[in-house]
């Protein structure tokens, strides 16, 4: 079956450095990758989306890449802050649906000051 | 645009009760989504609906779950009867035609008891 996977496991950070997270897919090839933010008692928000043909893209302090040879994709916030402490959700359609959307557990980013 | 609005925030029933959700889209988009986001299996998709129109609801649990979509502006989420593990956030969510993005409502959270 298709899978969209993260790590489950929080990552936690010191103010002013890089958070890496995540997102690996199985069993099919997504046309695109969308991730989110969710903050709690909160519904996601968007934040970017690539294409299977676009290697990065970028957004302010953020950067997301898409490896079709590795599956995964990855999720960069630069200079963090703890305002940026919240979980972020991968997401991507999946076969026979262009915007029928399957998400990822999320990773839980914590930025420490 | 006030975004997606759902009803209510909180729902608190007994076992064996009927529960109906309500949400009302972004004016404008096209495709309806209801997710159901619990800590261990995280942020599933139920049921979305192009044009009014259901078109997969093969992540609906069982036949105690039962969606609809009178019109552009409106949609209902109907559990009967409820059971405890019905529990959940459950969120709506509308994308505009040709755009993948999805907007999320702020949720309602179940709680069968």
């Known amino acids: 079956s298709q899978k969209i996977e993260q790590n489950s496991e929080a990552l936690n950070i010191q103010e002013g450095k890089t958070a890496t997270l995540t997102c690996n897919y199985t069993?099919?090839?997504?046309?695109?990758l969308q991730w989110y933010r969710q903050d709690p008692g909160r519904g996601p928000v968007f934040l970017l989306l690539?294409?299977?043909?676009?290697k990065e893209k970028r957004k302010e302090r953020l950067k997301v890449t898409f490896d079709t040879t590795l599956k995964q994709s990855l999720f960069h916030i630069t200079a963090s802050q703890p305002a940026d402490s919240a979980t972020y959700l991968c997401a991507s359609p999946v076969s026979g649906g262009y915007n029928k959307l399957i998400f990822g557990a999320g990773t839980r980013l914590a930025v420490h000051p | 645009d006030a975004g997606v609005i759902q009803s209510p925030r909180h729902e608190v029933t007994e076992m064996g009760q009927e529960v109906t959700l309500r949400c009302k889209p972004i004016s404008g988009h096209n495709s309806l989504f209801w997710y159901r986001q619990t800590m261990m299996r995280g942020l599933e998709l139920l049921i979305y609906f192009n044009n009014n129109v259901p078109i997969d609801d093969s992540g609906m649990p069982e036949d105690r779950f039962s969606a609809k979509m009178p019109n552009a502006s409106f949609s209902t989420l109907k559990i009967q009867p409820s059971e405890p593990r019905d529990s959940a956030v459950y969120f709506c969510a509308s994308t505009p035609m040709g755009n993948t993005e999805a907007f999320f409502g702020q949720g309602t959270r179940l709680t069968v008891v």
């Open positions: 690539i294409r299977e043909n676009e």
């Open positions: 069993n099919y090839s997504p046309a695109y």
